[in-house]
């Protein structure tokens, strides 16, 4: 079924489509599906996270823990600005899902603007919320925003199969940073994935050999694509993009964190701009792939997007 809602003023935004600040928002439940092996890879937005994802399934499990509105599978981005000497996380970070103050509760801060979901493929456009609230601190720190609603946009395609792997999800994010704001730095959390804590072995994959080696917690980035998997590897989870790294960050782009404390583990992919002159507006696109299933099974989709895209480069 085609699902597609789009309302307001028009302009082009995101993938092409337009879209705009809507007067009455569109419904943020939806949801995808492809067949994946002998089970399917079903993936479910909701209103409460204003179209963010919520869930992932395949063969049965679930592979992502949405508690709050930060733990998603869901792309954020984070800036200093004019009002800080220096950048500090968190304290001006536009969050796809909403604001941490919106907690467990059914809203979200974020305004979904657009949203379709056809077949095995998914679009949206949310404005999105700042995580802190003005007058909100972390870790010890002011937030630097002074409206809970930001003026940044961020649009996804998420197609779940690629190619001839349909275990590979194709993840595009096109974040719009405004013409309005002064920025040195910024850091794109492109997509990060929290998962239930039963997903407790941590993976990297090393391109030139094609290989699985054990990860230790962290916490923290490195530059391999990393995996999570359940302990007998019957249930993994990889990200991957080509895009990586960001220039000046050759050593940085993948991350993985174990929150004992939280029960829940989380995976990133970042990307990373820095210009003493400022940073420009308008639009920063990432290309990534989600690769779910057996352990065995993602490394051998692994091994082949790695060999496509270094055939693409030479």
């Known amino acids: 079924m085609l699902r597609s809602v789009v309302f307001g003023v028009l302009s082009l935004v ?5 879209a705009a600040e809507p007067h009455q928002p569109p419904n943020g439940n939806a949801s995808i599906q492809n067949r994946s092996g002998s089970s399917e890879i079903s993936i479910t937005t909701t209103e409460r996270l204003a179209g963010a994802i919520h869930s ?10 949405s508690h709050d509105h930060g733990r998603q599978l869901q792309s954020a981005a984070s800036f200093d600005c004019a009002l800080a000497k220096e950048y500090w996380a968190e304290c001006f970070n536009p969050t796809e899902a909403g604001s941490r103050a919106d907690g467990v509760g059914e809203t979200s801060s974020s305004k979904l603007v657009q ?19 003005p007058g909100e601190r972390s870790f010890d720190r002011p937030a630097l925003n002074d409206q809970v609603v930001s003026e940044h946009l961020v649009s996804k395609r998420v197609r779940i199969g690629y190619k ?21 730095y910024a850091q794109f959390e492109a997509l990060t994935g929290y998962m239930p804590p039963e997903f407790n072995q941590f993976w990297k994959f090393r391109p030139t050999s094609g290989t699985l080696e054990e990860l230790d917690d962290g916490p923290g980035e ?8 359940t302990e007998n590897g019957s249930h993994a989870m ?45 639009q920063r696109r990432f290309q990534m792939f989600v690769v779910v299933g057996k352990l065995g099974e993602v490394k051998k989709s692994l091994v082949t997007l790695i060999a496509e895209f270094d055939a693409g480069q030479r």
């Open 14 to 18: 995101g993938w092409g489509v337009l």
């Open 56 to 65: 992932l399934t395949w063969d049965g499990k679930e592979f992502i823990d």
């Open 115 to 133: 949203i379709t979901a056809a077949g095995p493929e998914l679009l949206t456009t949310t404005r999105m919320a700042f995580w802190l609230a």
């Open 164 to 184: 001839k792997l349909d275990n590979v999800i194709d993840y595009e994010v096109t974040f719009t940073v405004p013409k309005n704001e002064r920025h040195n």
């Open 222 to 229: 490195q530059e391999f694509p990393v995996v999570f998997a």
């Open 238 to 282: 990889g990200i991957f993009s080509p895009a990586q790294p960001s220039r000046g960050y050759e050593k940085a782009g993948y991350g993985r964190f174990r929150f004992k404390a939280e029960k829940v583990v989380k995976w990133n992919c970042v990307f990373r701009e820095r210009d003493r002159q400022g940073i420009g507006a308008g």
